[in-house]
């Protein structure tokens, strides 16, 4: 079993907490938004209720990561819903930091890291009024079995299976928190397009065809790109299709 070694620093102005337990750090965020100074690490290294996406539970496993970013923010939804791709990554980096090779990780529109083809973190965007929480969740020791997870969904991994590296959530967060300050600093100065750029570099599955789920609708086409909104683009028979929200199957 390898050890990464990573020296970070903690990003100035971010204010980081580690909780024994929680029920979800996506509830304690909502608790404390009002009364944060500024941005905000909520790390739990134990959740009783943790969330996904879609009001789906969240497998969490102690020696997991899990925190919610707490952002004050004045931004238009559209606009928060961008940081997503910020934090994807920045997971994608922090993956990377420590486990010292970029083969085998990619992102998956909208939310997703896998690692070799699984997905081994998630990512849970929630507005709280003036507030963005960017849950994460990272699966560094353990990933559910697949029969816990959503028919046709992608099976999930660990960094510690897929890679034999085992790094502890306190020491991934103060990783993570370093790339991500670094994205954020990009995206308020630059705006979308070279976050975008460099997501469409790791993306997972460009160019192939890949289904696209909305409710009880399915679209199924080429994954062209991802547009200046964060969309998917989509070439399918009856055309090219921009979707803002769906679950992607390959
Ligand atoms: O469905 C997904 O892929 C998103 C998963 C997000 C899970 C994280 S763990 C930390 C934070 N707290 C929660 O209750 N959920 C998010």
């Not at 050890?3 to 996506?26: A, F, H, I, N």
């Not at 997971?91 to 890291?113: E, H, I, M, Q």
């Not at 103060?174 to 991500?180: H, K, N, R, T, V």
């Amino acid at each position: 079993m390898k050890e990464p070694v990573v020296l970070s620093e903690w990003p100035m102005g971010y204010g980081r907490q580690v909780l024994t337990e929680v029920d979800s750090t996506m509830a304690e965020a909502a608790r404390q938004a009002k009364g944060l100074a500024g941005p905000t690490w909520i790390c739990a290294l134990r959740q009783t209720a943790a969330r996904g996406r879609r009001g789906r539970a969240w497998v969490n496993p102690e020696g997991n990561f899990a925190a919610t970013l707490v952002l004050p923010t004045s931004d238009a939804s559209e606009k928060r819903a961008l940081r997503s791709f910020v934090a994807a990554l920045a997971l994608f980096d922090a993956l990377v930091a420590v486990s010292g090779r970029v083969d085998g990780l990619t992102l998956k529109w909208p939310n997703d890291v896998l690692l070799t083809g699984g997905k081994v973190a998630g990512i849970l965007l929630e507005s709280i009024g003036a507030h963005l929480a960017i849950g994460i969740g990272v699966n560094l020791i353990a990933a559910p079995a697949s029969s816990e997870v959503e028919e046709r969904a992608v099976a999930p991994v660990s960094v510690l299976s897929a890679l034999g590296v085992e790094v502890g959530p306190e020491v991934f967060l103060d990783i993570l928190a370093e790339a991500y300050a670094r994205h954020e600093a990009q995206f308020a100065t630059y705006g979308f397009a070279p976050i975008r750029e460099a997501w469409l570099t790791r993306a997972a599955r460009l160019g192939e065809v890949v289904t696209a789920r909305m409710g009880d609708r399915e679209v199924t086409g080429s994954f062209e790109t991802v547009d200046a909104e964060g969309r998917i683009v989509l070439n399918t028979a009856s055309g090219r299709q921009a979707i803002a929200a769906a679950d992607i199957f390959f």
